[in-house]
């Protein structure tokens, strides 16, 4: 089965964005740099489509899977779907993949947890509180989990990378 690895950045109270329009421009450059060499090692990047919009553009060197309701343009390395993730799962299997990094929003990573298909977590903590925003799943289920490794990537900022335990 395809390996799913959730990677996002939040802040220390758990929020991902202010909002759902809000690009990932608070965090640190060495969690960009962290997210550009992982995800080019993965090779597909899942997202939900407000996410997506969050970016200038489809980003290079890997596949962008955009999860839509509606028909979009074509571009370059951006392939939309709709529907069940299992079955998109299984396409991207089938076109030879072996695993994908599922980098948000809420609503998608709630998706993928609630249906028991996200195997790892690479979270990187920012010292940053919002108060208020976006949380990093917009829905309740539970999962313990085991710390398989820890990165200070600079003197303020943790990436912690979790093994998936379901109950």
């Given amino acids: 089965m395809i390996q799913v690895t959730l990677m996002m950045a939040i802040t220390l109270d758990g929020k991902i964005a202010r909002t759902s329009d809000h690009a990932a421009t608070w965090t640190s450059p060495e969690d960009k740099a962290l997210f550009v060499k992982t995800s080019k090692d993965y090779g ?3 997202m939900g489509e407000n ?4 970016f200038l553009k489809a980003l290079p060197g890997r596949l962008n899977v955009v999860f ?19 079955l998109v ?3 991207l299997e089938n076109m030879g993949y072996n695993k994908v990094l599922l980098v948000g929003g ?4 709630g998706l993928f947890f609630e249906k028991k ?8 903590v920012e010292p940053k509180l919002f108060g208020q925003g976006l949380s990093l799943f917009d ?13 200070k990537l600079n003197d303020n900022t943790l990436a912690l990378h979790y093994k998936i335990n379901y109950k």
């Fill in 89 to 91: 799962l299984a396409e």
């Fill in 51 to 54: 996410t997506f919009n969050t």
């Fill in 68 to 86: 839509s309701q509606k028909l979009n343009e074509p571009q370059n390395n951006v392939k939309w779907v709709k529907g069940e993730p299992e």
């Fill in 106 to 109: 809420a609503y998608l990573n």
């Fill in 44 to 46: 597909v990047i899942m």
């Fill in 117 to 124: 298909l996200v195997s790892e977590m690479i979270i990187t």
């Fill in 139 to 151: 829905r309740s289920f539970e999962a313990d989990l085991e710390l398989l490794d820890t990165n």
